[in-house]
């Protein structure tokens, strides 16, 4: 298989590089970041790197129909870019999906679309289900925009598969492990890890009851490469999580004991972090019938043995 991963120098995208070139694909990643996270595949035969922008349309067109399947992950991401740089966002995530969609119809080429959980807001109707309502605040309030990109990008897959082009969307439930963000930026376990390695308090946003469900790369990996061979996976949109709810509390105390750090855990107000353009989502739980049943697969990775894997591999980084 000749694999196009569009964000591909990224967390996700290096570990899906990884998995299909060890099952002898050829791989081609499109990205405009630096190729620190898929350096190490570039001693392979078979892989590539084409430092470009998803939304260079020359560039695209001739990596799509060179693919077999094309994966799009390409998207500005982080909870920083969606306060700080909306435009950005809705930009890069919906009219690049436009282009890779546009371009794979052109070509007759699958696409599996990277998209996310936040999609279902702040819908208290948890476990999200894949055809559950979305609960969204206002498009006043920028931390939104992320969601609404996603979501945007969603519906332009759907449009592209009633005219007849394969499909799948990936909704994926807050995906941590090793090449995860730099430390203390990103996500909550980056920013945790760069605390707890310098010994310093994990600081928890809120009262540290919010949930998450939390999907180590590997599990997240084997679902995602089933999506690009499952046909009866086309046309829909499946969670990738596990079912394993934890507290961000309890997170920050796991990782403590984990590391044998003597970190405390402290709590500080969400407004002295984000200003008034954020809101936290409560529970976050997929349902995974679907992820079971289309794709054969399940989150197989307890939280407390990916953390400790996670954790290693950031100490090791770090000295
Ligand atoms: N990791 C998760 O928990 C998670 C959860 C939900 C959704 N997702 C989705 O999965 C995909 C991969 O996420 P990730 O966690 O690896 O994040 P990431 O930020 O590490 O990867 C995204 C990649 O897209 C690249 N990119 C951004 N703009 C680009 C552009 N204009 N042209 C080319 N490349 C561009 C970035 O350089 C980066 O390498 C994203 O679409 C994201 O929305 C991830």
Same mark, same amino acid.
């Given at each position: 298989?000749?694999?196009?991963?569009?964000?591909?120098?990224?967390?996700?995208?290096?570990?899906?590089?990884?998995?299909?070139?060890?099952?002898?694909?050829?791989?081609?990643?499109?990205?405009?970041?630096?190729?620190?996270?898929?350096?190490?595949?570039?001693?392979?035969?078979?892989?590539?790197?084409?430092?470009?922008?998803?939304?260079?349309?020359?560039?695209?067109?001739?990596?799509?129909?060179?693919?077999?399947?094309?994966?799009?992950?390409?998207?500005?991401?982080?909870?920083?870019?969606?306060?700080?740089?909306?435009?950005?966002?809705?930009?890069?995530?919906?009219?690049? =999906?436009?282009?890779?969609?546009? @371009?794979?119809?052109?070509? +007759?080429?699958?696409?599996?679309?990277? $998209?996310?959980? %936040? !999609?279902?807001?702040?819908?208290?109707?948890?476990?999200?289900?894949?055809?559950?309502?979305?609960?969204?605040?206002?498009?006043?309030?920028?931390?939104?925009?992320?969601?609404?990109?996603?979501?945007?990008?969603?519906?332009?897959?759907?449009?592209?598969?009633?005219?007849?082009?394969?499909?799948?969307?990936?909704?994926?439930?807050?995906?941590?492990?090793?090449?995860?963000?730099?430390?203390?930026?990103?996500?909550?376990?980056?920013?945790?890890?760069?605390?707890?390695?310098?010994?310093?308090?994990?600081?928890?946003?809120?009262?540290?009851?919010?949930?998450?469900?939390?999907?180590?790369?590997?599990?997240?990996?084997?679902? =995602?490469?089933?999506?690009?061979? @499952?046909?009866?996976?086309? +046309?829909?949109?499946?969670?990738?999580? $596990?079912?394993? %709810? !934890?507290?961000?509390?309890?997170?920050?105390?796991?990782?403590?004991?984990?590391?044998?750090?003597?970190?405390?855990?402290?709590?500080?107000?969400?407004?002295?972090?984000?200003?008034?353009?954020?809101?936290?989502?409560?529970?976050?739980?997929?349902?995974?019938?679907?992820?079971?049943?289309?794709?054969?697969?399940?989150?197989?990775?307890?939280?407390?043995?990916?953390?400790?894997?996670?954790?290693?591999?950031?100490?090791?980084?770090?000295?």
């Amino acid at each position: 298989m000749k694999v196009l991963i569009t964000g591909g120098a990224g967390f996700l995208g290096s570990h899906l590089s990884e998995a299909w070139l060890a099952r002898g694909s050829q791989v081609t990643v499109l990205d405009l970041a630096s190729d620190a996270k898929v350096r190490h595949l570039r001693a392979q035969g078979g892989f590539r790197m084409i430092r470009e922008s998803v939304l260079n349309r020359d560039i695209l067109e001739g990596l799509v129909a060179w693919a077999d399947l094309v994966y799009h992950l390409a998207a500005v991401v982080g909870v920083e870019h969606y306060v700080g740089d909306p435009y950005q966002v809705l930009t890069v995530n919906i009219n690049g =999906t436009q282009d890779v969609l546009a @371009a794979a119809f052109r070509h +007759g080429r699958k696409v599996v679309l990277a $998209s996310t959980s %936040e !999609v279902y807001g702040r819908s208290p109707a948890v476990p999200f289900d894949e055809d559950g309502d979305r609960v969204l605040g206002s498009t006043r309030v920028d931390r939104w925009c992320y969601a609404t990109s996603k979501a945007a990008a969603e519906h332009l897959s759907f449009a592209f598969w009633r005219m007849g082009l394969p499909v799948v969307v990936l909704r994926y439930f807050n995906v941590y492990g090793p090449r995860l963000d730099q430390m203390d930026r990103g996500r909550v376990v980056t920013i945790f890890m760069g605390q707890l390695l310098r010994g310093e308090p994990l600081t928890v946003i809120g009262d540290g009851s919010q949930t998450r469900s939390f999907t180590y790369v590997d599990d997240a990996v084997r679902a =995602t490469v089933a999506a690009g061979l @499952a046909p009866a996976a086309v +046309g829909q949109a499946i969670n990738i999580g $596990s079912e394993e %709810e !934890v507290s961000i509390a309890t997170l920050a105390s796991m990782m403590v004991r984990l590391a044998g750090s003597a970190s405390p855990v402290i709590f500080v107000p969400k407004e002295a972090v984000y200003d008034r353009g954020y809101e936290d989502i409560p529970r976050r739980v997929p349902a995974v019938r679907r992820m079971r049943e289309l794709l054969g697969a399940r989150a197989e990775i307890p939280l407390e043995e990916g953390l400790a894997r996670t954790i290693e591999w950031f100490k090791r980084q770090s000295r």
